[in-house]
């Protein structure tokens, strides 16, 4: 082994490191999420002295956890719509940062994951092993722990690829559909001398989503155009920009209704004409067309199943969703491409709707929606009053009290059938991968990516324990990210009780008073641990008391510039 002493003193000024992250700043990546290492070294040095050059760098925000590192890295991509940067420590960073990387692939967010490579060197290189860690954390494929979830993975090999591989990086996580890629950067190479020179722009242009097949478009008007009882069932079209706006006017020419399916981005206001809820089954059995549009599970196969010569058509950017590796929906019809570009597509395809086809598909859907009115103006009116807090007037009371545009981040338990959303990019809900912890720091990424706006996450007791509270708490002080936490606090994992329950109605758990793994007795006082952490906090269990609570919360962030947590005593 040879003396690093000679290696140490050479060049610094002008490294990979300083390129890289020049490299990242001209192309759109405003920020990195943090969690460091002793392959930051290099990285450290060069924000130094790029910071004394005045040099532009990607915003450096330090989080003391890599899974909450990802989930903020998730809130910021799906609000700003760019992509951001996530660095964490070698393998053992890689590890923590598996189930972010899977809820942020499963909902086409696209970031750019890097973790650095154990020195590979032994010695005689700067950045060569200098510390004991640097052979037990070396492993043989360390990309391999998510390269399933990833849509590319490379590790950095000298300074001549660097911004080849940038661009590779950025533009692969920017094409639609959207996802992370993970690039792992070694430490001599981020040591090494940079190159002599880098692109000022980008040289890779990403790929736009695309406009679907003219022939497929013309199939899917055929079965439509005669369809008496079409049905839209959506989770995601609402993703990109163009997305609502486009459903909303589909729906409405064409009289069709929709119903978003555990949706993660908005599709359709709540009070458009043609909203009928969230639960598929409401319609699914009726329907003689079925368009599952950006929507992994259109149905629950064990709720409700088509009628039977249904006709059914798959659309989206990936409409077979071939990331999972069984889905057996069939589809008699599949259009690939941008869901706008689909709907518009179809509407041309259709021409000028029948009007007598349209006034009877009308009178259908509204006498669903009436229905649908009714259910829950009563279950609202039940739970208004039910003690404790029942999450149906939760949600209703914190949607009378958002803003209009507050952007509304759900990890489980708000009910959007109790709530308001008429614009887009307001609400989220959790991934369908449903890795759990994402919530809070989505809701933290959110703030960062529109301080302007207010933000509110609405968590199970379950998923908040899952964010890392205590990290949450100090990056919400840290970086000024004054959100808003309810923790809907029922001291259980409800779900995993209530799924228990279904599969064995008659057996001894659910005859038992107390299931095993699904109670969470003896949580800490939420509110306090806030309020230590330089939060407000309260705790509320009465539903009267609960508006007040809720306006006194935003209040304080809003005055105060500090993040708040409501500590809802809820129903399990
Ligand atoms: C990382 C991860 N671990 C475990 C689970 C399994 N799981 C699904 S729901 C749930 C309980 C959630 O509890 P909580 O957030 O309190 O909501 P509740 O069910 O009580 O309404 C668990 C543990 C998961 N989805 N993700
Ligand atoms: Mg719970």
């Known amino acids: 082994m040879r003396s690093d002493k000679a290696a140490s003193k050479s060049k610094k000024r002008g490294s990979v490191s300083a390129a890289y992250l020049s490299l990242l700043s001209s192309r759109g990546v405003d920020v990195i999420f943090g969690n ?22 990607p915003l450096p925000i330090t989080v003391t956890h890599e899974n909450l590192a990802v989930t903020m890295a998730h809130g910021y991509g799906m609000i700003s719509r760019r992509i951001p940067a996530v660095m964490v420590h070698v393998s053992v960073g890689t590890a923590n940062l598996v189930c972010g990387a899977m809820n942020a692939a499963r909902e086409n967010v696209g970031i750019l994951l890097t973790a650095g490579r154990t020195p590979l060197t032994e010695g005689g290189r700067l950045g060569a092993r200098d510390g004991y860690i640097h052979w037990a954390q070396e492993m043989y494929d360390q990309a391999g722990m998510l390269r399933e979830i990833v849509k590319w993975d490379y590790e950095l090999r000298s300074a001549d690829q660097l911004e080849t591989v940038v661009d590779r990086a950025v533009s692969i996580a920017a094409s639609e559909p959207r996802g992370p890629v993970y690039l792992s950067l070694p430490r001599e190479v981020l040591a090494e001398d940079g190159p002599a020179a880098i692109s000022p722009t980008p040289r890779v242009a990403p790929t736009p989503a695309g406009a679907p097949d003219p022939a497929s478009l013309e199939a899917a008007a055929r079965l439509l155009v005669g369809a008496k009882r079409p049905l839209i069932v959506t989770c995601n079209a609402g993703r990109l920009p163009s997305g609502l706006a486009a459903v909303a006017a589909f729906a409405e020419r064409h009289a069709v209704p929709v119903i978003q399916h555990k949706p993660r981005y908005l599709s359709l206001a709540t009070s458009h004409s043609m909203y009928l809820g969230t639960e598929p089954k409401r319609l699914v059995p009726e329907a003689d067309l079925i368009i599952a549009l950006e929507c992994d599970v259109p149905w629950m196969p064990v709720q409700a199943v088509p009628r039977e010569g249904a006709r059914i058509i798959h659309a989206g950017m990936d409409p077979l969703h071939t990331g999972i590796p069984i889905r057996g929906y069939a589809s008699d019809v599949t259009l690939a491409g941008d869901p706008a570009l689909i709907l518009d597509g179809l509407s041309a395809a259709l021409g000028a709707p029948s009007a007598a086809i349209v006034a009877a598909r009308r009178k259908w859907v509204e006498g669903h929606r009436r229905a649908l009115e009714k259910e829950v103006a009563a279950v609202r009116k039940a739970a208004a009053t039910s003690s404790p807090i029942h999450a149906a007037w939760a949600s209703h009371c914190i949607s009378e009290a958002k803003d209009r545009d507050a952007i509304v981040v759900n990890e489980y338990t708000l009910m959007l059938d109790h709530a308001q959303f008429e614009e887009p990019d307001c609400y989220y809900g959790s991934s369908a991968a449903s890795g759990l912890g994402w919530g809070a720091g989505a809701a933290l990424g959110a703030k960062l990516a529109a301080p302007e706006r207010q933000v509110i996450a609405v968590l199970g007791d379950g998923a908040f324990l899952f964010a890392n509270p205590l990290a949450v708490h100090h990056a919400a002080a840290l970086h000024e990210l004054p959100v808003l936490l309810i923790v809907m606090n029922n001291s259980m994992w409800a779900a ?74 809820c129903r399990a």
Request: one cysteine or more; proline letters at 7%.
């Open 36 to 57: 460091a290492g002793t392959d930051f070294s290099p990285l450290i040095e060069a924000y130094a002295e790029l910071e004394q050059q005045g040099s532009p760098v």
């Open 496 to 569: 995993v009780h209530h799924f228990t329950r279904a599969m064995y109605p008659e057996g001894a758990a659910s005859k038992s008073n107390r299931q095993v793994f699904t109670h969470l007795d003896k949580l800490p006082p939420f509110e306090d641990v806030c309020r230590a952490a330089g939060g407000y906090g309260e705790r509320v269990e009465r539903p009267e008391d609960l508006p007040a609570a809720i306006a006194r919360c935003l209040q304080v962030m809003k005055k105060e510039n500090r993040h708040a947590l409501l500590n809802v005593i």
